[in-house]
C-alpha cells in the first residue's frame, strides 16, 4: 500500500513526507517526483529519504504528482512501482 496524500504541515509527523512503501532489503533505490507535465522535480537515492513538498527551497503548489520508484532487492530482483500522490497545504 501507498500512500496517495501528504501534507508536509500536517501535525502528525508521519504524513509530512512522502515515501513509497519499498521497506526490507533493497540493495538499490530510486525514487522521482514529477510535476503534471512530466518534469522531474525531485529524486532521492536513499530509501529514508522523501519528498518534503519543496522544489527548489519552494513550498510546490497543492496539486497532484506522479512517483516512479525503481531499484532492487538484495536478492537481485528489480522493483517497479508508480503512482500519483496529492501535496495538500
Known sequence: MFPNVFRPE????ENRIFKP???DH???YHLMIFNRWGELIFES???DTGWDGYVAGKMSKQDVYVWKVEGKYSGGQPFVQSGDVTLMH
Open 26 to 28: 533493497v540493495e538499490e
Open 21 to 23: 512503501g519499498v521497506i
Open 45 to 47: 537515492f536513499d530509501q
Open 10 to 13: 500536517s501535525p502528525i509527523e
